[in-house]
T-cell receptor, first 115, second 115 residues
Framework: AQSVTQLGSHVSVSEGALVLLRCNYS??????LFWYVQYPNQGLQLLLK??????LVKGINGFEAEFKKSETSFHLTKPSAHMSDAAEYFC?????????????FGGGTRLMVKP | DADVTQTPRNRITKTGKRIMLECSQT?????MYWYRQDPGLGLRLIYY???????NKGEISDGYSVSRQAQAKFSLSLESAIPNQTALYFC??????????????FGEGSRLTVL
């Protein structure tokens, strides 16, 4: 069975500081991994995804995530936070055809950016 | 226009009333989903449909029903709304074809308040 844990329901950083949002997953097969972002009063949009190609995945708005199989992690990073990055971020895992391509989501992390 | 459209975007109703949330998509995807978002609980799956003749319960289907009227339309009903159904509801779609990763495409959400 697949599952996702996001450590820290709230993360606060200063503008210009490193952003690190943590995601650990559990999967019985090589997973597909996703980060979605939800800006205030909007739906979720895909930030980036890992589909078994390069382990370092680059997404929109300067975000990237690294798949580490040994650590079962897929942490999201951005070198320098911008005020516009304030949003809620969701990590998700899929076992592909093994589980009907269904996604399982973590509980979300709200990122706050201080001026 | 959005690929996944939800109506209404906001609704306030009273306990015991019947409510329908509608979703339509222009992505041509076979699969459609209804999720509920509550603070701190992430996204929880209510119902999903892999094609017009296929309806499946998710983890929190009690108190809800769905109808897949066409490939492009999937509606969620609350037969007798109660206050703890106050939440943000999302419709999503995915395609079985292609990478088969399970990537979801979301609508902008329907905020329901039950008084």
């Amino acid at each position: 069975a697949q599952s996702v844990t996001q450590l820290g329901s709230h993360v606060s950083v200063s503008e210009g500081a490193l952003v690190l949002l943590r995601c650990n997953y559990s999967s019985s097969v090589p997973p597909y991994l996703f980060w979605y972002v939800q800006y205030p009063n909007q739906g979720l949009q895909l930030l980036l995804k890992y589909t078994s190609a390069a382990t370092l995945v680059k997404g929109i708005n300067g975000f990237e995530a690294e798949f580490k199989k040994s650590e079962t992690s897929f942490h999201l990073t951005k070198p320098s936070a911008h005020m516009s990055d304030a949003a809620e971020y969701f990590c998700a895992v899929s076992e592909g055809n093994n589980a009907g391509n269904m996604l399982t989501f973590g509980g979300g992390t709200r990122l706050m950016v201080k001026p | 226009d959005a690929d996944v459209t939800q109506t209404p975007r906001n609704r306030i109703t009273k306990t015991g009333k019947r409510i329908m949330l509608e979703c339509s998509q222009t992505k041509g995807h076979d699969r459609m989903y209804w999720y509920r978002q509550d603070p701190g609980l992430g996204l929880r799956l209510i119902y999903y449909s892999f094609d017009v003749k296929d309806i499946n319960k998710g983890e929190i289907s009690d108190g809800y029903s769905v109808s897949r009227q066409a490939q492009a339309k999937f509606s969620l009903s609350l037969e007798s709304a109660i206050p703890n159904q106050t939440a943000l509801y999302f419709c999503a779609t995915s395609s079985w074809a292609g990478e088969g990763t399970g990537e979801l495409f979301f609508g902008e959400g329907s905020r329901l308040t039950v008084l």
